[in-house]
Each structure stands twice: as C-alpha cells, then as structure tokens.
C-alpha cells in the first residue's frame, strides 16, 4: 500500500492535507485494474476534524476493494469560512481525478463520504459540484470534481427546525445572514444532478436528529436520485464504525446494530460501482 499526506493548495488554506491510502496495482497479477476510491471527511462540527471518523474508516474500504483517502479539512478552528471547506473537498477529487492513472484509480468511481459535519460537506458537493459559482471559483471544469457517490452517516443537512446549530453557525462564520443559512439546507439544494447516496443515522440521536437525513431522503426521492437508507434503532451520535476501535476514551460509541452499516456500505459500493 502506498501511503502519501498530501498539503491541499488551494484559496485560503491553512492547514489542511489529504491523507491517501492507495492499493499497490499489481498489473503482473491485476492486469490494468482500476479500483473506486472512497474520499472521507470526518466529522467536529466545522470547528474540528475528528480523527476517530478518518483512519479507521479508511482501512475498512480498503477491504472492498477501494483505495481510500481522508481530507483534514481547515475548521472555523483556522477561521475557515463557507465556502472555503467545500473548496478544499472539490480541489481534493479534482486532485485524485487527474492523477487516476497514476494511482489507478477508477475516475467515474469517486465516492466522497462523510460523518456529521462533514457529511454536509459531502453533501454540498453533491448538491454544489454542477453551480457555476462554484466552477468559477476552482477555475476547472465542473467534471474535475463531479462526485460519483456520496456516504452519509448521521448526516448534519438542514438549517431549519431541526438543525445542528453549532455547525451551520461555525461554517458560516463572519458571513452569517438569513440567505446564506437558508442556502446550507441542503434539502432545499437537491437536484437530480446529486449523485447516488448511501445514508445512515440513528432514531435515537440527540445532537444531530433524525430529521436530517429523513429531509434529505424524501428530497433525494422526489429528484428521482436513487439512495440507500438505513435508520437503527438505537445509538446516539458521532459512532464512527460503532465498534471498540473507534470508541472514544470514556465514550460508549459501541452499538452492535449501527456496527452493521459498513458492510451494508460495501454491499451498496459492489452494486453500484461494479
């Protein structure tokens, strides 16, 4: 496996990098194989990056075939600003894209997944990549960034009622106004241009609740956009692989049920990126 760390040049970056974890190609054994890669950006609430939403994951998709990379993307910790994180995600897949063979990657097999936050991230790139404001800004080709896939877990989506405020406010920072809030629930920027989703959550979240994802859901099936999604019974939030690996010192992120949804990810990642 080659791994690299990356230093993302782009805007106003401060710190952030991305993290690639590449399967070693084999052409001897392989032939000229080409894997899906699965690019992550965990979650903190846009004020961090969790480390325990990064890594660990990475490794597991490795397992299915995909090579994998994680985005440490810059957080109203380095006075990061909408849409400066969301610019950040799109400069990383158009990095991967143009050097697909190089790391023989699959380039319409790029599957962007996040946790909480930044699974709104995830997500606006879903909703965003086709905006003009937004090629103008990269100064690329809005396919230089198009996400193939999106992997939402216990997704932050709406500004609205039910929002994770905390987050809608960090990301917006200095820039916060009524239209701006409005244009980050993300329920309300779906198209039939948002690639196909996995989605999970939990009913029994209380930091990001329930609504989110059930927003997006219904949005995502009224544009036509095929998804899967699960809703578990029961666990709280920020779960990462809700197994002891990922547990937080003094934490309780163990659930057996939510333990589940990467094997059910990689069953939808075989299916729909064969």
């Not at 846009?46 to 985005?71: I, K, N, Q």
């Not at 050097?99 to 997944?113: L, M, S, T």
Request: net charge negative.
């Amino acid at each position: 496996m080659k791994c690299e760390t990356i230093p993302v040049t782009v805007g106003g970056t401060v710190q952030a990098k991305l993290s690639l974890y590449i399967q070693e190609d084999y052409p001897e054994t392989y032939g000229e194989r080409k894997r899906p890669l699965v690019l992550i950006c965990p979650g903190g609430g846009y004020h961090m990056v969790s480390v325990r939403e990064g890594e660990p994951v990475a490794l597991h998709f490795l397992t299915a075939g995909c090579h994998a990379a994680v985005l440490w993307y810059d957080t109203a910790d380095q006075d990061a600003e909408y849409p400066q994180e969301l610019v950040e995600l799109a400069w990383s897949v158009a990095y991967i894209r143009a050097r697909a063979d190089q790391y023989a990657v699959d380039k319409d097999k790029i599957i962007v997944a996040g946790f909480s936050a930044g699974a709104h991230l995830a997500a606006s790139l879903g909703c965003f990549w086709d905006k003009d404001w937004l090629e103008q800004k990269m100064q690329m080709a809005k396919t230089c960034y198009q996400p193939n896939g999106l992997i939402l877990a216990y997704p932050v989506i709406t500004s609205g009622e039910f929002a994770h405020r905390d987050s809608i406010v960090n990301l917006m920072g200095t820039k916060a106004d009524a239209a701006l809030e409005q244009e980050l629930g993300l329920e309300t920027q779906v198209t039939d241009k948002v690639p196909p989703v996995f989605m999970w959550h939990t009913f029994e979240d209380d930091v990001v609740p329930l609504e989110n994802s059930l927003l997006f859901a219904g949005a995502l099936k009224k544009a036509g956009v095929h998804f899967e999604y699960h809703v578990f019974p029961h666990g709280g939030h920020g779960y990462s692989l809700a197994t002891a690996e990922t547990q937080e010192k003094g934490g309780n992120e163990v659930e057996p049920q939510c333990e589940q949804w990467i094997a059910l990810c990689k069953n939808w990642i075989a299916h729909c990126f064969r």
